[in-house]
Each structure stands twice: as structure tokens, then as C-alpha cells.
């Protein structure tokens, strides 16, 4: 019963337990890690791009996200999509100053969850290929690969 005790104790004094026993983790996960992500609207055509390798869970865990929203010229949007895994999906926003939010959804199969959101300022999405009106598109340019911290609630 001692041991009991003390391991109770460890685990109230270790944040894995309340004082009424029910169990509250405040674990520090790893980042998200993106690569490759590129982004944005296809010269001469009514159809854009957003893509991306994404691994999870420590890097354990890799999916590919991929889109071709409808857009013209200017820098895609697209609401929750699936991810190669589909325990993953993300979405792409634009923001009013110009910038977008790449959003990125992880649940697993036990209902727990984690998200995140990598802010994209708009000094990164530029216009490009400007040799002709119609073959000018806006782009992403800033870094391809970088983490996000993402959120994990309370389980």
C-alpha cells in the first residue's frame, strides 16, 4: 500500500493526476515538422496548389497533404482537407492582411486530438511570374520546411 501511495503522490506532484485521482497529462509533445510545403496559384489556369509532408508524434508518424483548389491568380484557400493518413487533414486560410493561416488537424483513433496553426505573413506570399497579365499568380516563398507547436488538450 505504501508504494501505491507514493506513486500517487508522484503523479499529483508530476502534474499526471489531480488531487481527486482523475488523470489530467500537460505532456510536452514534439512540433509539428513540415517539409517541402509549397503553395499557391498556377499561371494560365483557373487552379492552384498547396502541398506538404507533415510528420507527427516525434516523427513516428508522416503524411502528405495535398490540394488543388479553384483559384485565379491569387493565393489559394481550401477548408478542411484529408491528408494521405486519415487520422490528418489541414486547411489553408487567407487573412485579411493578406497573409494566410496553414492549419493542421491530428485525431486518433482514441479520440484524442492535437492541432495546430503556422502563420504565414504576407510579406511570404508574392506575386510572381509577371512576364504576361494573365501568367502573373501570387506564390509562397518563405521557408519550405519548419515546425509548428501544437496544441494538445487536457486528456
Known sequence: MKLLSCASLLAVVGGLADARGLRVVRDIHSP???????AGATPHSSVGYIELNWS????????ICSAS???????????????SDPSTSFNLTRRAD????????YKSAS????????????????????????GAVQVYVGPQN???DAVYPDL
Do not use: M
Not at 493578406?98 to 488537424?105: F, K, P, V
Not at 479520440?111 to 511570404?124: L, M, V, W
Open 32 to 38: 509539428f515538422s513540415i517539409t517541402k510545403f509549397s
Open 146 to 148: 519548419f515546425t509548428v
Open 69 to 83: 483548389p479553384g483559384t485565379y491568380q491569387v493565393f489559394p484557400s481550401i477548408g478542411e482537407t484529408p491528408c
Open 98 to 105: 493578406g497573409g494566410s493561416d496553414l492549419g493542421l488537424t
Open 56 to 63: 507527427y508524434s516525434g516523427g513516428l508518424n508522416r503524411t
Open 111 to 134: 479520440k484524442k486530438s492535437a492541432s495546430a496553426i503556422h502563420f504565414i505573413p504576407a510579406d511570404e506570399i508574392v506575386w510572381a511570374n509577371q512576364q504576361s497579365p494573365t
